[in-house]
Every structure is written in C-alpha cells, then in structure tokens.
C-alpha cells in the first residue's frame, strides 16, 4: 500500500513539473512578439529625437552669431544715447538763448533789472537792437566787471521779443565808424530804434560810472578827485577808482531816448560865466530820456522854439534886458505857452538885478545870504548851512520816499514868494527848510547866529506859473528857481540816501508832460560775489561740453571690444 502511495504521488511530480514546463513555454512564446514590439518602438523614438536635435542644431547660431548680434545692439544703444546727450545739450542751449532762466547770486544783485525797469521795457512797442563793439567771449572776460554789463544787456532783450543783442567786432565791421562815429572804441554800446531811426553810444566810462578818490596818508580820510589828479596820485601810491554798476541805468535811458517819439529838448544857457552844463545834472536828465543840449543865449537872435526847457545854472554875471525878453518871448510862445524855465543862481554872493527883477513878476524874488539851520536835529553844527530840508506838500512831492529818505544841501538862499496868485500867476513853495532856521550873511566871518532877529521856515525851491485855457485844454509855462547850485551836485544826486534826484525827476516830469522818467540808481560794485571768473566758466565748459561726452563715447567703444571678445 505503501508502494502504491509513493507511486502515486511521483506520477502527481512529474505531471506538476510537465504542467510548468508547458505554462513557461507558452509565456515564453507570448513574450517575445511583446518584446519585440518595445525594442521597434524604442527605435523609432530615438531616430525622431536625433532627427529633432539635428534641426535644433541646425536652426541655432553658433557663439560667433551671437556675439555680433549683442554688439550691433550695444552700438545702436550707445549712439541713441550719444544722440540724447548732445539734442539735449542743444536744447538747453537754445533755452538759454531764447529765456532768461539764470539767477543772480550775487550780493546786491548786480546781474538783475529792477522790477519798474522791466515793466516798461515789456510795454515798448519798438524794435530796439542793441549792439556791443566787441566779440563777446572777449568782452566778458576782458574786464572783471563787464561780465556784469553783458548780462544786464542780455536781460534788457530778453525782456521784450522785439528787442535784439549782438556783439560785433569793430575790426571785423568798419563800416560802424561811418554811420556810429569815429569815437568809437571797443566795449562800446549801441542802442538804436527801428521806428525813429535815432541812436545812443554809451561809454564804457558812462556804463562803469568810475569814481577817482585821494586817500590821503596823514589823515586816512579819502576825498573824491578829477580823474588827472587820481592818475597824478595813483603814481604814489595815494589814488584809489570805486566802480558802479551803472549799466542798467544808462541801456534803460537809452531805450527812453530812442524810442519817444516826442522827447523833451532841454537847453542849458550858455553866457554870463556859465561855460559848460554841469555834469551831474546833465547826466540826470539825459539818463532819464531827455534830450540835452546848450546854448548860447549871447549869439543867437532868438531861442529855438522847439527846445522845451531852459537851465540857467549858476550864471555870474547879470543878463541884459535883450537876452531877457528873448527868454521872456520865447516862454510866452505867441500866446500858446506850454514852456518850462529853471533858475539854479551860484553859491556865491552875487547881484544880478536885472534877473531878479524879471522874477519878481512872477511872484519870486531872491533874498541875500544863506539859510543857516540852528536847530541840531536839522542842521550841523560844523556846517550849518549844510542841512536837511523838508517837501512842501505839491504836485512835484507825490511818490517821493520821505521815511527813508532826506533832502539835503549846502549854501542855499532864501526865495522870497511875493504872492501866491496874482492875475494869471500862481506860485507854489516846493522846498523849504525846517523851523529854527535864520539867514547868515555871505560873508559870515565873525557873525554870531545868536544874533538872528528871525528864526523859522526859509523856501528853497519854488514855482510861478501862468494859464490860458484854450476851451477846456490848459496851456502852461512855468518858471522854477531852485536857491543854489549845491543842490544839483553830484555828491546830492548821486547818493541813495537822498531824494535830490527824485524831486529834481518830478519837477521836470510833472512840468513838460514827460511820463518816461524811470529813476535808476547805480550800484557799487563790493567784494563779496557768488560769481565764478572767466577761467572758471571755461573749465565748467570744457568739462561739461568735451570731457564727459569724450568719456561716455570711450565707455562705449571699450564695452563694445570686450563684448566682441567674449
């Protein structure tokens, strides 16, 4: 039974075995189409990837490709950005040109126009061209203080589109000596109207204002000198030259000249010891648009009806009857008026009867000695007839500055008013002096001001007019007496502290009908500016215009080379 059973279980081994044998030939057979269709697909695959890799290859540009297309975009990025730099730099430049956009730094604003100058430059309905005889690089850096003037000319034409500059080398333009005049020299300044055709020549002795001083060595003290005795002290060591910016003062009178079609003609009379006009008053009148000329009441028959204004200043000796009825027909005007005279007598004792008895009929008459001022607060005690005079409340006092500044002069007589309206006379006081004052002999020597009689007010300035009414329309002529020659001298009208020049200004204004007067002042030059010089302005430049261009165009060129390298 046994045997059975071992028998039994081999047969049931061995029918495993075939049945294992038979399963793994079968699975091996089913196997193989399987692998054989993985290995085909595999293949297929790697042709398509190597085929697609090729053309990848093909379409990509090598290292050379790609280095020049990087340098072509850093070329044109550098020119574009060259190309900004200078548009913006010829932009800017044109700014410049066109707009006044600099500021003034310095300390009293020498390269500014006062606000009242630029108003009424802007109202000018002219074209005015102003030319200065020089190359303009030379011109600006010949001269620490001419800088100054180039700029002021420039303001003056950026202040109207109708207003023009130019420099212009006299060696390069030589027809300017024929229509200019021979005396001209280089740094001169041309101001010239298109609409009245008439011109101005402004000095650089005129624009610059130089003021000669005697320092002497004992005392320390300076004193004011002629130009050739400065020159004759300077060799010592003992003359000193102050400078004043007077540029705007003198292109803005110019511009007042040339462009009024209808200018004041004023006339200082030659004769009985006046030889010459006095320079600082002149100036005045002539910085403020007025037409200055002389003459020679003794010579001619009869004076120029177009001259608007008669100076009589400081004559010595008296005049005659003749040349007094010639002023007298010549402000009568056949009966139409409408003419101005101002009497300015010397300092000095003087008798002119003649001349003052042509005043008395119109209310004026001049008394003998000087008003001398007791009172301190008014007077000095070192000088009394030097003193601080007050404005008579009238037409000629309105916008004078009183709070800040004085009336002041030396060796002035007192004006008698015979009346205040008599037929078809009016006078008016204009000036007078402050209560506590007498009047001093001319020769005072041993007088004592204690032994006055009279102490109180004493007129300086005066005014006799007479009117006819033609319908409705008043016509004029006026005569002025101002009580000392002292009053229109330059120390007086020069100084800002004082309102001379002002009231003097509105006299002449106020009487002839001239709204153009625009007082301006000089300015003098100090130490302390913010300016940079001459070779400073060019290092600024050449950094700015060659430099920094040179070197972003360098910059440029070596990113270019290293990028073409890599």
């Known amino acids: 039974m046994s045997n059975t059973t071992n028998e039994n279980n081999n047969i049931n081994e061995e029918e495993l075995k075939a049945a294992e044998a038979e399963k793994a030939s079968v699975s091996d057979e089913a196997s193989e189409p399987a692998e054989a269709e993985e290995t085909s697909v595999s293949s297929a695959d790697v042709s398509a990837a190597s085929s697609a890799e090729q053309d ?42 066109r707009f006044d956009i600099s500021a003034d730094l310095s300390d009293k604003a020498y390269y500014t126009i006062e606000d009242s100058t630029a108003e009424y430059l802007a109202g000018v309905d002219d074209s005015v061209s102003i030319i200065v005889t020089a190359e303009e690089t030379a011109f600006e850096n010949t001269y620490e203080y001419y800088k100054q003037v180039s700029e002021i000319a420039k303001r003056f034409a950026n202040s109207n589109p109708r207003f023009s500059i130019q420099y212009l080398d006299l060696d390069e333009n030589p027809t300017f000596y024929s229509k200019y005049g021979q005396t001209l020299t280089m740094g001169s300044i041309i101001v010239e109207s298109a609409s009245t055709g008439r011109f101005v020549v402004i000095t650089q002795e005129e624009y610059l204002s130089p003021k000669y001083y005697f320092n002497n060595p004992t005392t320390g003290e300076s004193s004011e000198v002629s130009y050739e005795e400065y020159y004759y002290y300077s060799q010592m060591g003992y003359g000193s030259v102050e400078y004043y910016a007077a540029a705007e003062q003198c292109l803005l009178a110019a511009v007042m000249n040339v462009t009024n079609v209808d200018p004041v003609r ?3 009379v030659l004769g009985y010891g006046a030889e010459s006009a006095p320079e600082a008053f ?7 648009a007025y037409i ?30 003749d040349d007094i009825s010639k002023i007298d027909m010549w402000l009568d005007n056949n009966g139409r008026y409408d003419k101005n005279m101002m009497y ?17 009929e119109w209310g004026l008459s001049l008394g003998s000695g000087y008003v001398y001022q007791k009172s301190p607060e008014y007077g000095y005690e070192a000088s009394p007839t030097y003193q601080v005079f007050q404005l008579k409340e009238s037409e000629y006092s309105k916008d004078i500055d009183v709070s800040t500044k004085v009336t002041q002069a030396d060796r002035m007589k007192p004006i008698n008013i015979l009346f205040d309206e008599y037929s078809i006379y009016v006078t008016t006081p204009i000036i007078s002096s402050y209560s506590g004052a007498v009047i001093a002999p001319f020769d005072m020597g041993d007088w004592d001001s204690s032994s006055a009689d009279e102490t109180g007010e004493y007129v300086v300035a005066a005014e006799s007019r007479k009117t006819f009414y033609e319908q409705l329309d008043p016509h004029v002529s006026r005569v002025f007496v101002i009580s000392g020659q002292y009053f229109m001298d330059e ?59 040179v070197v972003v165009i360098i910059t440029g060129i070596v990113v270019i080379i290293r990028r073409k390298r890599r």
Do not use: W
């Open 292 to 321: 200055v000329e002389t003459v020679d009441i003794t010579t001619v028959e009869k004076i120029d009806a177009d001259i608007d204004y008669l100076i009589l200043f400081a004559p010595i000796y008296d005049y005659s009857n």
């Open 491 to 549: 120390t007086f009208l020069s100084a800002p502290s004082l309102n001379n020049a002002d009231i003097v200004l509105n006299i002449f204004g106020v009487s002839s009908g001239n709204e153009l007067e625009v007082s301006v002042t000089p300015k003098a030059f100090g130490v302390t500016t913010y300016e940079i010089t001459g070779s400073q302005k060019n290092f600024a430049g050449i950094v700015f215009a060659i430099v920094i261009p």
């Open 56 to 97: 990848k290859k093909k379409k990509q540009p090598s290292g050379k490709g790609k280095r020049l297309r990087h340098g072509a975009l850093s070329v044109v990025f550098t020119v574009i950005f060259v190309a900004a730099v200078v548009l913006i730099n010829v932009i800017f430049n044109m700014v410049l040109d």
């Open 266 to 268: 004023v006339a200082f």
């Open 282 to 288: 002149s100036d005045l009148l002539k910085n403020n």
């Open 344 to 360: 300015v007598p010397s300092a000095q004792e003087d008798v002119l009867p003649n001349l003052n008895e042509y005043l008395e």
